[in-house]
């Protein structure tokens, strides 16, 4: 009787031993998977933000004046800054974003961009186009886009 205790108890260990083994590798591979996902995540958001955006990008950015064309009476919503959450007022300056078409205060975007050159809302890449224009008899292409005038 005692032997049959012990043999039983023996078994449940070893058991739960086998669950714990089982769990320990299940887990592993789970968390294996999601750290080489996140070091894909990592690397292609560091590419992104390796391009700083330096004061003289900031100032080919597009600039204007906020004018409110909503009517008075208009239940529509005003229009939000998504750095500062504050409504447009008229008369602010603001910024565009050439390549998603957002709108900010400009104040706020610049500092934004100094930080991490991409957008607040959509992630979009937010360094404007580089256009280099090649005179001449040569077929050659720089820049980012190129435009080749023969």
Known sequence: MVMEIV???ILLFVGIAVLVVIHVCIVGRAFGRGNQGMVN???QRSSIGSKRMSNEDLKMLPCFDYVDGRDKGS???PVDCAVCLENFKDGEKCRLLPNCRHSFHALCIDSWLLKTPICPICRT???PPKVDVIL????SVSGQYGIELT
């Open 75 to 77: 239940s529509s919503s």
């Open 7 to 9: 043999i039983s108890v």
């Open 136 to 139: 001449g008899e040569g077929s």
């Open 41 to 43: 995540m990592v690397v």
């Open 125 to 127: 890449c937010a360094n």
